[in-house]
């Protein structure tokens, strides 16, 4: 029902209102709801009273409504300052939400509501700009940008209104963004910390729903709150079951998430990867045993990932397998959360975080600290015992006792299993760290990651670090909400209307957005002659390696390296950097376990007959004919690779049956099922950890 607006000439001449009962009338006649949750009554209070507030309450609690209901209880004008767009959930349905859903929505309901934003036409802007103006403004919440504010134009307006005595309250909604120990600092955020002395005497509300306690201590500091009341509603989500399932320790991962989802039921569910091709991968793996399933990743175009969100929404795929592209856009009772990772990440991940903070650190930097106490944070969660729920909640600076898990855990329901397969990882891990010169089951909680010898596989001294093909990137955020706002699902009445509104505003702005990533994304695939070059470094460092662990191999390191590098490029030159990359990477784990017989069958291009033979009768680089490895400078130096062949002994490299370069996970099974010695171990692993 649409409420009648409130008389909107006199507010400066209305009364406060106050009271328990008359803010829940208040609350019943405009929002339809019977009584206040959670801690919205007291933040309410707080901020009619005059006193600043920090709000800390999870997605969805309902944190607009602290600043909705001042607005209606109290004279003058309460402005919201929050990024364009949100989302909003609502029973699993994600809603994505601009300024100008939010003021429509409130029109609704009887609340004189306005935003201000690039994508309103200059004659709206005006017209908004001049009630500001006017004596007695009839607007009671005014949605702004972070930006706006930023802007002297719109502040001196401000000062303006604020000298008249209309502001009531500055609400500042995601406030986490303001800092830089958040997930999600924006600078734009970064100029309110001038609010408090522009506009002095005007409560200020800070709202989020991720601040862990350093970002709350730096929230309130740069906002420069006063003696805030401080209010945490639980993070506490009894309906969740966690539980930890470690890789090394499962037959076959694949079976066992197969087995895990399908023993869920009919919900609809995300598998989180830190890798694209991991997405592909396991999306590929799960449709072939029976999954509704699709990837979704930056590096699947625009209309794709329309689809992939649009036939997720409407239940028509039942998981998504995601990188953060997809973001955190998803909210169900009965939902099942998975990560699929790997530890041996850990220093990619951290490397990663620490150039997109600063592109220009120097690559041999160690990562922030942050990142590490963070990524300490994740690995103690996955690597000792005890309460999960408790672990989860301690982040958040939530003190509870374990007994408030009620064995919803598997630590708590399984205390003793756990400890097993504790053990049995740890033993796997040790295992992997005496194989070869690879250090990619570095994994023992006790170590601190800055502690840990770099892992030779994502130690990459060169721009290749650099690169953000292979894990997403921030800018992915932005990723989903473009598709939301393509998607064309009809999925509540009046949204679809609403969206098709949207959609037409914004256009201008993701057309640029789009285009800008279009660039983007050509530039961060091509292959340079410097990442080049600092493969072929690295391939060569990894043969040296290898010449020194098999004495009986005899190679020109240097010629091997160049004629490895090159393999790599002829494969995947084309496909673009990560791929190219990868290739390389999986080439030096190779490196790091392959035997004499198998890398001179690699390099020695003469032998006709390659695999088969046996490391004596296969001659290395070195003493292949000249000719030949003229032939394979030839093709290193020939611009056009593929058509390439070894003449005078008329073999193409495709002729020859190489030994295959294993995939990252091939590796790691290949690798987990050898003892030091290579042998088998027994087939004794669990296909299921419970
Ligand atoms: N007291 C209440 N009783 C019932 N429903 C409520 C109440 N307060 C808010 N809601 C509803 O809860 C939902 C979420 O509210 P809101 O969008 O304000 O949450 P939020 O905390 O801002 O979440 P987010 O972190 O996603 O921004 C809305 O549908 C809102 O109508
Ligand atoms: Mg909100």
């Given at each position: 029902?649409?409420?009648?607006?409130l008389?909107?000439?006199?507010?400066?001449?209305?009364?406060?209102?106050?009271g328990?009962?008359?803010l829940?009338?208040?609350?019943?006649?405009?929002?339809?709801h019977?009584?206040?949750?959670?801690?919205q009554?007291?933040?309410?209070?707080?901020?009619?009273?005059?006193r600043?507030?920090f709000?800390?309450?999870?997605?969805?609690?309902?944190k607009?409504?602290?600043?909705?209901i001042?607005?209606?209880?109290?004279?003058?004008?309460?402005?919201?300052?929050?990024?364009?767009i949100?989302?909003?959930?609502?029973e699993?349905i994600?809603?994505?939400h601009d300024?100008?859903?939010?003021?429509?929505?409130l029109?609704?309901k009887?609340?004189?509501?306005?935003?201000?934003?690039?994508?309103?036409?200059?004659?709206?802007?005006?017209k908004?700009?001049?009630?500001?103006e006017?004596?007695?403004?009839?607007?009671?919440?005014?949605?702004?940008t972070?930006?706006?504010?930023?802007?002297?134009?719109?502040?001196s307006?401000l000062?303006k209104i604020h000298?008249r005595?209309l502001?009531?309250?500055?609400?500042?909604?995601?406030?986490?963004?303001?800092?830089t120990?958040?997930?999600?600092?924006?600078?734009?955020?970064?100029k309110?910390?001038?609010?408090?002395k522009?506009?002095p005497?005007?409560?200020i509300?800070?709202?989020?729903?991720?601040?862990?306690?350093?970002?709350?201590?730096d929230?309130?500091?740069?906002?420069?709150?006063?003696?805030p009341l401080?209010?945490k509603s639980s993070?506490?989500?009894?309906n969740?079951?966690?539980?930890?399932?470690?890789?090394?320790?499962?037959?076959?991962?694949y079976?066992?998430?197969t087995?895990?989802?399908?023993s869920c039921?009919?919900?609809c569910?995300?598998?989180?990867?830190?890798?694209?091709?991991?997405?592909?991968?396991l999306?590929s793996?799960?449709s072939?045993?029976?999954i509704?399933?699709a990837?979704?990743?930056?590096g699947?175009?625009?209309?794709?990932?329309?689809?992939?969100?649009?036939?997720?929404i409407?239940?028509?795929t039942?998981?998504?397998v995601?990188?953060?592209?997809f973001?955190?856009v998803f909210?169900?009772?009965?939902s099942n959360?998975?990560?699929?990772?790997?530890?041996?990440?850990?220093?990619?991940?951290?490397?990663?975080?620490?150039?997109?903070?600063?592109p220009?650190?120097?690559?041999?930097d160690?990562?922030?600290?942050k990142?590490i106490?963070?990524?300490?944070?994740?690995?103690?969660?996955?690597?000792?015992s005890?309460?999960?729920?408790?672990?989860i909640?301690?982040s958040?600076g939530?003190?509870?006792?374990?007994?408030?898990c009620?064995?919803?855990?598997?630590?708590?329901k399984?205390p003793?299993q756990v400890e097993?397969?504790?053990?049995?990882?740890?033993?796997?891990c040790?295992?992997g760290n005496r194989?070869?010169?690879s250090?990619?089951?570095?994994?023992?909680?006790?170590?601190?990651?800055?502690?840990?010898?770099?892992?030779?596989?994502?130690s990459?001294?060169?721009?290749?670090v650099v690169s953000?093909?292979?894990?997403?990137?921030?800018?992915?955020?932005?990723?989903?909400?473009?598709?939301?706002?393509?998607s064309?699902l009809?999925s509540?009445?009046?949204?679809?209307?609403?969206?098709?509104?949207?959609?037409?505003?914004?256009?201008?702005y993701?057309?640029?957005?789009?285009h800008?990533?279009?660039?983007?994304?050509?530039?961060?695939?091509?292959?340079?002659?410097?990442?080049?070059e600092?493969?072929?470094?690295r391939l060569?460092?990894?043969?040296?390696?290898?010449?020194q662990r098999?004495?009986?191999?005899q190679i020109?390191?240097?010629m091997?390296s160049?004629?490895?590098?090159?393999e790599c490029?002829?494969?995947?030159?084309?496909?673009?950097?990560?791929?190219?990359?990868s290739?390389?990477?999986s080439?030096?784990?190779?490196?790091?376990?392959?035997?004499?017989?198998?890398l001179?069958?690699?390099?020695?291009?003469t032998?006709?007959?390659?695999t088969?033979?046996?490391?004596?009768?296969?001659?290395?680089?070195?003493?292949?004919s000249?000719?030949?490895?003229d032939q394979?400078?030839?093709?290193?130096?020939?611009?056009?690779?593929?058509?390439?062949?070894?003449?005078?002994?008329q073999?193409?490299?495709?002729?020859?049956?190489?030994?295959?370069?294993?995939?990252?996970?091939e590796f790691?099974?290949k690798k987990?099922?050898?003892?030091?010695?290579?042998?088998?171990?027994?087939?004794d692993?669990?296909?299921?950890?419970?």
């Amino acid at each position: 029902m649409k409420k009648a607006l409130l008389p909107v000439n006199n507010i400066s001449k209305e009364r406060k209102v106050s009271g328990k009962e008359a803010l829940t009338k208040l609350l019943r006649w405009h929002f339809g709801h019977s009584a206040y949750r959670g801690k919205q009554l007291e933040a309410i209070e707080s901020v009619l009273s005059g006193r600043d507030c920090f709000c800390l309450m999870p997605t969805g609690g309902g944190k607009s409504i602290c600043y909705q209901i001042p607005a209606l209880a109290k004279p003058g004008i309460v402005l919201v300052v929050s990024p364009l767009i949100g989302f909003e959930f609502i029973e699993c349905i994600v809603f994505l939400h601009d300024h100008s859903l939010n003021v429509m929505a409130l029109k609704e309901k009887g609340v004189a509501a306005e935003y201000l934003s690039s994508t309103q036409t200059t004659q709206v802007r005006n017209k908004i700009h001049e009630e500001l103006e006017s004596g007695n403004p009839g607007l009671r919440l005014l949605y702004v940008t972070p930006e706006l504010i930023a802007t002297t134009g719109f502040m001196s307006k401000l000062t303006k209104i604020h000298s008249r005595g209309l502001l009531n309250l500055i609400a500042v909604d995601e406030a986490h963004c303001i800092s830089t120990w958040g997930h999600d600092f924006r600078p734009s955020y970064r100029k309110l910390a001038s609010l408090r002395k522009r506009l002095p005497g005007v409560p200020i509300l800070a709202l989020t729903a991720t601040a862990v306690p350093k970002v709350q201590v730096d929230v309130i500091e740069s906002l420069d709150m006063e003696n805030p009341l401080v209010l945490k509603s639980s993070f506490n989500r009894p309906n969740i079951y966690y539980e930890v399932r470690f890789k090394d320790l499962l037959t076959d991962p694949y079976v066992d998430l197969t087995d895990l989802i399908k023993s869920c039921g009919d919900v609809c569910g995300i598998v989180y990867c830190l890798e694209r091709t991991t997405c592909d991968d396991l999306a590929s793996h799960l449709s072939t045993n029976g999954i509704s399933c699709a990837a979704y990743h930056a590096g699947l175009n625009n209309k794709l990932r329309t689809s992939v969100l649009d036939d997720w929404i409407s239940a028509k795929t039942q998981v998504v397998v995601a990188t953060v592209a997809f973001g955190m856009v998803f909210y169900s009772p009965n939902s099942n959360l998975l990560f699929v990772g790997n530890f041996s990440l850990r220093q990619f991940i951290l490397n990663n975080a620490d150039n997109k903070k600063s592109p220009s650190s120097s690559l041999q930097d160690r990562p922030p600290k942050k990142s590490i106490d963070d990524f300490n944070l994740m690995v103690e969660y996955c690597e000792t015992s005890g309460c999960r729920r408790k672990k989860i909640l301690d982040s958040f600076g939530e003190q509870v006792s374990t007994s408030l898990c009620k064995k919803t855990c598997d630590a708590c329901k399984n205390p003793n299993q756990v400890e097993k397969y504790l053990e049995e990882l740890k033993a796997i891990c040790s295992l992997g760290n005496r194989i070869g010169s690879s250090k990619i089951f570095v994994s023992s909680s006790s170590k601190p990651v800055d502690e840990v010898d770099f892992s030779e596989y994502w130690s990459r001294d060169d721009e290749a670090v650099v690169s953000e093909d292979d894990i997403s990137d921030d800018d992915d955020g932005i990723d989903v909400q473009e598709c939301l706002t393509q998607s064309a699902l009809p999925s509540k009445s009046k949204f679809s209307e609403k969206m098709d509104f949207l959609q037409r505003a914004e256009e201008k702005y993701y057309q640029k957005n789009d285009h800008d990533k279009q660039s983007n994304k050509h530039d961060k695939n091509a292959i340079s002659e410097t990442t080049r070059e600092s493969c072929k470094q690295r391939l060569l460092n990894s043969l040296k390696q290898t010449q020194q662990r098999l004495d009986t191999l005899q190679i020109d390191p240097e010629m091997s390296s160049l004629f490895l590098e090159n393999e790599c490029f002829k494969k995947y030159g084309k496909t673009g950097k990560s791929f190219y990359l990868s290739q390389v990477a999986s080439t030096v784990r190779w490196l790091s376990t392959v035997d004499t017989a198998d890398l001179t069958s690699r390099l020695a291009t003469t032998n006709q007959n390659s695999t088969s033979k046996v490391a004596s009768e296969v001659k290395p680089l070195t003493s292949v004919s000249p000719s030949v490895s003229d032939q394979v400078m030839k093709m290193i130096n020939d611009k056009d690779h593929e058509n390439v062949s070894l003449s005078p002994s008329q073999i193409t490299l495709n002729d020859i049956k190489l030994p295959s370069i294993p995939s990252f996970s091939e590796f790691v099974n290949k690798k987990s099922s050898k003892d030091t010695y290579g042998v088998d171990k027994k087939p004794d692993k669990r296909s299921r950890l419970q």
